[in-house]
């Protein structure tokens, strides 16, 4: 659980399906202008570029598991 409580009353375009990262925007909703450059970059991360978008997500979830953290 987050130290900052989520706004529940934001409106947060999550595409993922991750609800993990649906809590964090919530969370970051608090900073309007900080969650959508993070939203923007996400997006350009995982959603442009010539790496298929489920290899990034493999290795998203790779990476967690090496760090020992939940994905």
């Known amino acids: 659980m987050s130290r900052i409580p989520p706004d529940k009353s934001a409106s947060v375009p999550v595409t993922t ?4 990262m649906e809590m964090l925007f919530r969370v970051m909703a608090h900073r309007p202008t900080i969650m959508q450059h ?7 991360t995982m959603r442009e570029g010539t790496v298929d978008p489920k290899l990034k997500e493999l290795l998203a979830i790779r990476v967690s598991q090496v ?3 939940f994905y």
């Open 67 to 69: 760090n020992h953290c």
């Open 17 to 20: 399906g991750n609800t993990t």
């Open 38 to 44: 993070t939203m923007e970059l996400v997006e350009a």
